[in-house]
């Protein structure tokens, strides 16, 4: 089968809570914007019962209802939408390349928002209580609606414990299940002695989930001795995975620059080492995967892409001229000296008519400058059959600007 190619300005991977505010930024900026779900339009948020944390929202929302509404504003603003899924990539280059089953969709700009998925325990019946059945992986999200149970957490790493310890501000009871033996635990000693002295955490030695049982909801774990293999059923109402967590980039192994557990790395205006590529949200490396943060993540890269189109197309028609002669001044609006530059630059416009003279101020943004390989300013730059010929960094006077437009 042929596949169908499409052009658009961006695609982003990824229809959860980043994604989606990429989507709204992009689409709002006129860009023609497709985003490409493969599961459900709101990612992972969508099976989060209650949200009490996301601002604006002072009786809390529901995942999906919060969701539907980051939906409804994308499609508002043009956002176009493929349910399916991703099966390669092409990053590299002026054009970037995302394709699906039956098409090949280019862009000048892709901002992945991929997310993740939580570690499993792989138990019996685990796939029938998850999310809102039961089985959680987000205390942030889920405690308060368990305010007065007992719940139990599998793991003994920071986040487990760390999560633990928040739970037990709203649960009766935190019954932790750890795999070692008594004492033996994997987070830190600080957490560790802390959660021990806790009066609510009820710690299960050498144990790991056998099953998950329950009519409709999660209503038991039944856990078995690593030693012993006797199975322990646990009355619960609900239970708390922190076993690790899995980022989807895949298929970007090889391309995009990645931590030892898989997650992309960006800089804090979410660039990848890749220019015009983005990453937002759980499959970003940071501090807090939160719906809050996803949103930051997705204005931030929806604004950059914007950006950064914008700034292709003054780099290949203006900057480049189009094989023409071109002089570029780079200089900093903050800094005297590279301001009282200008007017030489602007004298030199005047008596070189047959030269494009271009003045770009760093201050506001520097893209087209590190297009150019240029850091800092003030630095004048001769271009000339779409290629650099000559730089000026330092101590740049009219006659070193004669010199080198030749």
């Known amino acids: 089968m042929e596949k169908k190619t499409l052009q658009y300005d961006v695609v982003i991977i990824g229809g959860g809570a980043a994604g989606l505010t990429a989507g709204i930024y992009c689409g709002r900026a006129k860009l023609k914007t497709l985003i490409i779900e493969k599961t459900l339009v709101g990612g992972l ?136 033996e008594k004492g033996k635990m994997d987070c830190n000693e600080i957490a560790k002695a802390q959660a021990l002295a806790n009066p609510k955490m009820e710690f299960m030695w050498n144990t790991v989930v056998d099953s998950f049982e329950g009519e409709e909801r999660l209503g038991t774990v039944v856990l078995k001795n690593v030693k012993t293999e006797e199975k322990i059923p646990v009355t619960v109402d609900s239970c708390f ?42 499959v970003r490396d940071k501090f807090l995967k939160q719906v809050a943060t996803a949103v930051g993540d997705g204005a931030v890269a929806g604004y950059g892409a914007e950006k950064y ?61 590190k297009r150019l390989g240029v850091s800092n300013g003030p630095c004048a730059v001769w271009i000339k059959d779409c290629k650099i010929q000559e730089k000026i960094d330092s101590e740049i006077t009219k006659e070193q600007i004669e010199s080198i437009c030749k």
């Open 45 to 180: 948020a969508t099976y989060t019962n209650e949200i009490e944390n996301y601002p604006g929202f002072p009786e809390g929302a529901t995942g999906l209802g919060l969701m539907d509404l980051f939906h409804k504003q994308a499609k508002k603003f043009g956002v176009d939408f493929k349910l399916t899924d991703v099966r390669s990539v092409s990053l590299e280059g002026d054009i970037k390349k995302v394709e699906t089953f039956r098409n090949i969709f280019e862009a000048k700009a892709v901002i992945i928002a991929s997310g993740g998925k939580p570690r499993l325990t792989g138990a019996k019946n685990e796939e029938l209580y998850l999310y809102d059945k039961g089985i959680s992986f987000c205390a942030t999200c889920d405690a308060a609606a368990n305010t007065g149970k007992t719940v139990m957490v599998i793991g003994s790493g920071d986040a487990a414990i760390e999560e633990g310890m928040f739970l037990t501000k709203f649960a009766d009871k935190v019954i932790v299940s750890v795999m070692h």
């Open 241 to 282: 995975l922190f076993i690790g967590y899995l980022p989807n980039t895949e298929i970007f192994k090889g391309m995009l620059d990645m931590n030892r557990g898989g997650y992309l790395i960006t800089n804090e205006r979410m660039e990848t080492n890749i220019p015009g590529v983005y990453a937002v949200g759980d």
């Open 309 to 369: 189109l914008s700034e292709c197309e003054i780099f290949e028609q203006q900057i480049m001229n189009e094989g023409k002669p071109s002089l570029v001044y780079i200089y900093n609006a903050v800094d005297a000296d590279s301001r009282e530059l200008l007017s030489v630059f602007k004298e030199f416009e005047q008596n070189h008519r047959n030269i494009r003279v271009s003045c770009i101020d760093i201050y506001k943004s520097d893209g087209l400058a």
